[in-house]
Each structure stands twice: as structure tokens, then as C-alpha cells.
């Protein structure tokens, strides 16, 4: 039972409003002045009938608790994890000092999913997060499987045939990863065997498309293995299985989806491939100490220019009017690049023939025999990234990403200075903003003294992500953390949670900017 249920059951019911509690204004715009439903990247189904949609009007009386501050900790450190890097001879010698992630559910189950490993054969370290939609099948094969799809990719020609010579031989296997997991990061042991099947044939071709002393590149790497693995994907589930179980996995797996965005920090080389909108977003320290934000990558949604463009340019111009319709996919999908998601990809011929001989369990699910609308020129959705490339420098501190539930809540310029203020411990005072309201003498000297109490409990969390999640959800309209906000949007009840917030999974990886330094060459700054 998630942290949250287990604590309602045991306190007692306040009521609140739900003027009190409103939805996030990305969510409200998208769903009109009246009805509050939850924002999705999918809209409620057509396909749906009306007794299962629900409608909450702004008066109706909502169940929500006061949480006390020991349990408002209790849900936001569930999920948290911290990583240091290990120091040689009392040096960091890496540019990467550590990184601390953390999750916080809004969908039950959550369908966000993160990863984190070192790779063991470059000693480059990979940290990516994993957005789910329709589902957390597709997110939760990424989060096990897209790193050793890359690891592979980045392995040159010998060390591959090694790695072959060893399955033949019946012989251990090296391993290429070492994995950085909180214990409740769920982990398929079912589906190990299919899965190492697949990359197994991926090395072969690999083998066969390379050769001896050839250094793979980073770039390419990444590429490929985004696209390999999401063929993969589509593969499996076109093939099945003799397992009735795997079968109808591979299926959920092909017919959910996810976004992606992986972060590869080799040295002072950091590539970033995306595709979606989960967003990377580096914190850099200016000679004043403030820090501002650099944008690593670019969402995939209807706010695209180029990406709309990139869309309507694949299909005919017949189509130009329907293939983006109110913001989404073919009037469906929020973002515009994702894995899986087959519903997007394969022919109408394909899926009936597919969901026909699939399992019984799949028939009784209306949402994957029901077919886009305007569908004539598949495929309309591709996984291959967009990847980007930073040179590290020693003002960049660190980085973080996180998936769209972070940034609907704060502007990039909010969180590089909540996390820049809580790693070093200084704060730069702002004008006190009260964004156009009125209030009294008495109201400004208390929102003083809540910023002057804040300062000095800025170091509650001991994880930086926990920080950053606790102003995303604890933020009021003055931009400070508000406890009975904090403690209401953390009570919700599981079927409203979804109204007001996405999940949200964060990533802050921090950096060395000593090692950094040293990296790179005289003259550089």
C-alpha cells in the first residue's frame, strides 16, 4: 500500500475545500473553467463510457487530512536515494562528485520510472528518467533495459567478441554495469531471459557492423540504442511468447509507452538524448555566486515549432489539419516522440492481427483495440532521440533532470536557484514578490518571517531532490513552502491526486568542477 493510503487510514478526516486546492494552471487550462478532471498525456478515452468519468465542481467538499510535519517528511523521503562517488587515495578523480534522486506518486500505480549506473568498460556514468503514459509496462522495461542497450553500443568491436565467446562458452559474463538502485525500484526477473536474448542479437550485429580497433562514438551510440531498443520492443510483441505471462507483458509493454531522457557524463563530455518531454537542465554558477539555468534539451509536444513542423513535413498534405490536433498526436498523445506506444506505429492490418491472437486479458481492454482517429500514413510517433552535447566547465555545478511533473510546477530559472541555494547554502535574497496581491502590513511581516524561518531550516532535507520536490508541491503564490498547501496535496486521495499534479521523478547529479578544470585545456574557461 503506498506510504500516502497508509497514512489516511490511520488519521483523522479534516474537512477542506477544494477551492482551497486548485489544479496546476497547465492542467486547468487544458480542461476549461468548470470540470476538473485529471490532465493526462493520454485525454479520458472517447471509448470510455460516462459512468466511469467523474466530475468535481470547484464547491464540492473534498476528503483531505493535516499531515504533521514528521509525516509530510515520512512521504516525500519514501522514494529519495543518494549516490557519492567513491574518493582514490581521498581524490574524487571523476567529474561526477555524486547524484540524489527521488519520486513522488500521483498516479497508482506511479508511472514514472529512473535510472542510474556506471558504466564498468568506459567508466562513464548514465542517469536517465523514464515517463510513463497509458501504463508503466514501457517505462519499466526502459528503466531496465535502454542502459545496457547503450553500454553495449559503447563497447568496442573486441571487447564484444568476448562477451560473445563467453555465452558460447558457458562462461560468466563480465559485468558492463554497475547499478545505483533504491530498493523499491522494481526489477522483472520473469522477462530477464527474453530481454537477454534480444540484446544478445543486438552484439552480434554490432560484431558484425564493426571492427578491430574502431572506437564507437558516443553520439551514435546513443542513437542506436534508443532506436534498437524500441524496435525491440515492437518486436517481441508482434513474435509473443510460449509463456502466457511474458506474453501478455511484452504486449502491455508494446501498447503502454514512455518518454526518455538519458544523461551519458564521460569526463567532462556530457551528451544528453531525449526523446519526449522530460527535460535536462544544467545549474550554472555566475561570478556573483547566483546560478542560471542552461536548457540541455528540448521538449517533443505541440509547443515545438520545429517539432510540429518535423511531423506534418513525414505525412501528406491532406493530413497537415489532423496529425496535430488540440496539442496532441492525431488528437491523442501530449508528447510527440516516445518508445512503444504501438497504437502510434504499426499498420491497422498489424494490431488486429497482434491483438487477435494475443492473450484473453488483452481483449477486455477497450483501450487497445481502440484505433487513432485520421490514421492512414503510419507511423506517426518514432523514439529516436534528440541528442544534444555540452562541454563541461567548472561554473557548471550540476544537473538536473526530471520528468514533466517537475517542470508544469516550476520554471527551469526556480529550480536551478532552489538547488543552487540549498547545495551551497547560500541564498539570494529576491525581492519579496506577492505577484499582484493585496495584503496587509500584518501579511508582509509574516511572509518575512516565513522567508527568514526558511533560511534557517533550508537544511531539513538531507537530499537535494527531496528539497526541490518539497517547493514543486509545498510552493504557495509567494513562492514559499506553505505546510497545510503541502500537507493537503499530499493527503489527496488517489483517484484526485492526478487532478492536481503529475507523478514526479528528479535526478540532480553534481559536479566537480576541480576535476573539471583540470579537463580542460589552457585558455578554456
Given amino acids: 500500500m503506498p506510504v500516502t493510503s497508509q497514512l489516511l487510514r490511520a488519521l483523522p478526516r479534516a474537512q477542506v475545500w477544494a477551492s482551497s486546492l486548485l489544479p496546476c494552471p497547465q492542467h486547468q487550462a487544458q480542461l476549461g473553467p468548470v470540470t476538473h478532471r485529471p ?6 478515452p472517447i471509448w470510455q463510457s460516462q459512468q466511469h468519468s467523474r466530475s468535481y465542481q470547484t464547491t464540492t467538499p473534498l476528503r483531505s487530512y493535516i499531515l504533521s510535519p514528521p509525516q509530510v517528511n515520512s512521504i516525500l523521503k519514501a522514494n529519495e536515494y543518494s549516490f557519492k562517488v567513491p574518493e582514490f587515495d581521498g581524490k574524487n578523480v571523476s567529474s561526477v562528485m555524486g547524484f540524489e534522486s527521488n519520486q513522488l506518486p500521483a498516479n497508482a500505480p506511479i508511472e514514472d520510472r529512473r535510472s542510474a549506473a556506471t558504466c564498468l568498460q568506459t567508466r562513464g556514468m548514465l542517469l536517465g528518467v523514464f515517463d510513463g503514459h497509458a501504463g508503466c509496462a514501457c517505462a519499466q522495461a526502459l528503466s531496465e533495459r ?8 559503447l563497447l568496442p568491436h573486441n571487447t564484444l567478441c568476448e562477451l560473445e565467446a563467453a555465452v558460447e562458452a558457458g562462461r560468466a559474463l563480465s559485468p558492463i554495469l554497475q547499478w545505483h538502485k533504491h530498493p523499491n525500484d522494481y526489477f522483472s526477473r520473469e522477462a530477464q531471459t527474453l530481454y537477454f536474448n534480444s540484446l544478445r542479437t543486438y552484439w552480434q550485429e554490432l560484431i558484425d557492423l564493426t571492427s578491430p580497433g574502431e572506437v564507437p562514438d558516443t553520439r551514435e551510440a546513443l542513437l542506436n540504442a534508443f532506436k534498437r531498443l524500441d524496435n525491440d520492443i515492437s518486436l517481441e510483441a508482434q513474435v509473443g511468447d510460449p509463456n502466457a505471462f511474458l506474453h501478455y507483458w511484452v504486449l502491455r509493454v508494446a501498447f503502454s509507452g514512455a518518454t526518455a531522457c ?12 531525449n526523446s519526449g518531454d522530460a527535460r535536462a537542465v544544467l545549474g550554472v554558477q555566475e ?24 511531423i506534418r513535413g513525414e505525412h501528406p498534405p491532406s493530413e497537415r489539419k489532423t496529425v496535430i490536433r488540440q496539442d496532441r498526436l492525431l488528437g491523442l498523445l501530449m508528447p510527440l516522440r516516445a518508445f512503444g506506444d504501438v497504437k502510434f506505429k504499426w499498420s491497422i492490418e498489424l494490431q488486429k492481427r497482434v491483438l487477435e491472437s494475443g492473450p484473453d486479458q488483452l481483449h477486455e481492454n477497450e483501450h487497445t483495440k481502440f484505433i487513432p482517429p485520421n490514421y492512414h500514413t503510419p507511423p506517426y510517433l518514432t523514439a529516436e ?20 511533473g517537475l517542470w508544469e510546477i516550476l520554471h527551469r530559472q526556480e529550480v536551478v536557484r532552489i538547488v543552487g541555494e540549498y547545495l551551497t547554502g547560500v541564498h539570494q535574497r529576491q525581492p519579496l514578490k506577492v505577484g499582484g496581491y493585496r495584503v496587509t502590513l500584518g501579511q508582509m511581516q509574516g511572509l518575512l518571517e516565513e522567508r527568514k524561518a526558511r533560511v534557517s531550516s533550508a537544511f531539513e532535507d538531507h537530499n537535494s531532490a527531496t528539497h526541490l520536490m518539497r517547493h514543486a508541491v509545498g510552493n504557495n503564490e509567494f513562492g514559499t513552502v506553505d505546510h497545510e498547501r503541502l500537507s493537503k496535496m499530499l493527503s489527496l486521495p488517489e483517484e484526485l491526486a492526478r487532478m492536481y499534479r503529475d507523478d514526479i521523478t528528479i535526478i540532480i547529479s553534481q559536479f566537480n568542477p576541480h576535476v573539471i578544470g583540470a579537463q580542460r585545456p589552457e585558455g578554456q574557461s
Fill in 146 to 153: 535502454l542502459f545496457y542497450y547503450i553500454a553495449v553500443s
Fill in 287 to 310: 561570478e556573483d555566486g547566483s546560478f542560471s539555468a542552461h536548457t540541455l534539451s528540448n521538449d517533443h509536444s505541440a509547443q515545438n515549432e520545429e517539432e510540429v513542423a518535423r
Fill in 262 to 273: 538519458v544523461a551519458h557524463i564521460d569526463g567532462s563530455d556530457l551528451f544528453i538524448a
Fill in 385 to 404: 532521440p534528440e541528442i544534444t552535447y555540452h562541454k563541461l566547465r567548472p561554473q557548471d555545478r550540476f544537473m538536473v533532470i526530471g520528468s514533466d
Fill in 39 to 44: 490532465a493526462s498525456r493520454w485525454p479520458t
